[in-house]
């Protein structure tokens, strides 16, 4: 399989091996991002050590196999050590007798796992980096783990005597949708636009989930058979997700079942009211564990402190999955294909290409030729009262140049149209939001839809820009 993408985070890596010194590399992301396959591919599987931590194996287990890698890679014979300190002791004998001339490149895979309750893995990897490797000028350690928060918090974070040690870091995000394009082409996967939206708003970005994508399927039959066939590779993912990325995941599983149980987002205050998880550390702790790990994202609302923004489910499988996976019940022949017209399917089919236009934010302000204007993104909208009713707008980009873009999203499967009634919605939106924020900006109103707005009387009236969906490719 060829790399796609990763521009960045391989010149990070080339800058790496071309240093005269000593380099610790974190790489942490999302489960199935691609984490393993990127450093992998760029090595082409030649390490001086390589190790990777057992998902559910005690301090016991994990020094066995941490072992077994030692007596692999160097042809030796030790036994087992009684705790890490000995283990990485180990390392590095071995390691002072390879060849000097080149970079040493060790990559520990999965390493949250090899942290064990109770065991001294962090002493022995602090011992290892600080006593030996950093003295020296030839060793790229590489450590990599999906579990976000504790690579953050026990190497990037770390307050101990790993402090300010990790020279480099690489959080993987998901493939954008120009990227997911390139990858099904690599594949000789032929889809349009219209059909890796529809895959994307499903799986997201996920290369373990593209890779699942078969050649000759629409995009609704490859979501059918992966997602709801009693085989389907997706249809159970939900579950060993959670439980390989956080050791108490019945936390993490009640915060998103409940903003999506409440409309999609929620305050923290808000969140704490309905989960009834303290309000100190626990709730911080598990709300950044499940923001670092892509799964949600803290958005502000235009106008409002930081202390009201509101989390939102972020991660498209994770909202798939409880719109419609949760709660499917037996496999039954064309179960998605004979839904698609349905309002579930329409309601769920709009707020997801909502949200891939908030992940692909970017490439809009690239299609609006303000790729270098400094701005802001946000959320919007009012409640009614008596005499007003309510407004949202989909997406609201505040721009350095004194205008503020309120942006109307639609998806379809043809031209969308605007009628005389929805003209008068729209203006009343723009009306609602001047009133409401007493900007001062000029407000242009930009349509985003999948096939463009037809032309008619209504069409011109109030729309200053007008974008289709292949401005997310840009």
């Known amino acids: ?90 390392l590095i004998k071995e390691l002072e007798n390879l060849d000097s001339s080149k970079k040493k490149v060790i990559f520990i895979d999965e390493m949250p796992w090899m942290d064990t309750k109770k065991s001294d893995f962090m002493m022995g990897l602090e011992f290892f980096w600080n006593s030996w490797a950093s ?41 954008d949708l120009r990227e997911t394009k390139h990858y099904f082409s690599s594949k000789n996967i032929i889809l349009d636009h219209y059909q890796i939206i529809q895959l994307y708003m499903v799986m997201g970005g996920i290369p373990y989930y593209l890779d699942q994508v078969e050649a000759g399927k629409s995009a609704m039959q490859n979501i059918e058979d992966l997602c709801f066939r009693n085989d389907g590779k997706l249809r159970t993912e939900f579950s060993y997700i959670f439980s390989s990325l956080f050791r108490e995941a019945e936390k993490h599983e009640l915060i998103l079942k409940t903003l999506f149980g409440k409309g999609g987002s929620l305050t923290r205050d808000e969140l704490v009211k309905y989960t009834k998880i303290p309000t100190g550390g626990t709730m911080t702790k598990t709300l950044n564990e499940l923001e670092e790990s892509g799964f949600i994202t803290k958005l502000p609302k235009f106008g409002l402190k930081t202390a009201k923004s509101v989390y939102c489910i972020s991660d498209f499988y994770t909202l798939f999955y409880f719109r419609f996976i949760a709660t499917a019940g037996k496999y039954e022949p064309n179960i998605w294909l004979n839904n698609i017209d349905n309002p579930a399917f329409r309601t769920w089919s709009g707020l997801a290409f909502e949200q891939v236009c908030f992940a692909h934010v970017p490439q809009i302000k690239r299609a609006l030729n303000i790729g270098g204007v400094s701005s802001n993104t946000y959320s919007w909208q009012t409640k009614g009262d008596d005499e007003k009713k309510g407004s949202q707008i989909d997406l609201v980009i505040e721009r350095r ?5 309120l942006f109307e999203i639609k998806f379809s499967i043809n031209e969308f149209v605007i009628t005389k009634d929805y003209d008068a919605k729209l203006r009343h939106k723009i009306q609602s939001f001047k009133e409401s924020t007493a900007t001062k900006k000029t407000i242009f109103l930009t349509m985003l839809t999948t096939f463009g707005v037809k032309a008619n009387e209504y069409s011109a009236s109030s729309i200053q820009n007008e974008l289709t969906m292949d401005a997310l490719f840009m």
Not at 136 to 162: E, F, H, P, Q, R
């Open 1 to 90: 399989m060829k790399l796609i993408g990763r521009i960045r985070e391989i010149q990070k890596i080339e800058k790496l091996m071309g240093s005269s010194q000593s380099e610790f590399l974190a790489v942490y992301g999302r489960r199935r991002v691609g984490k393993t396959f990127l450093i992998r591919d760029y090595f082409k599987n030649n390490f001086d050590f390589y190790a990777t931590g057992l998902a559910k194996g005690n301090t016991k287990q994990q020094l066995t196999n941490f072992t077994i890698f030692i007596n692999s890679y160097f042809s030796a014979t030790h036994t087992i050590p009684t705790n890490w300190l000995e283990a990485f002791n180990l």
């Open 135 to 175: 003295a020296k000028n030839d060793v790229l350690l590489i450590v990599c783990g999906s579990a976000a928060s504790w690579m953050l918090n026990n190497l990037i974070k770390n307050t101990g005597g790993l402090y300010n040690r990790v020279t480099e870091r690489i959080k993987l995000e998901p493939f």
């Open 401 to 405: 140049d004194q205008v503020i873009n």
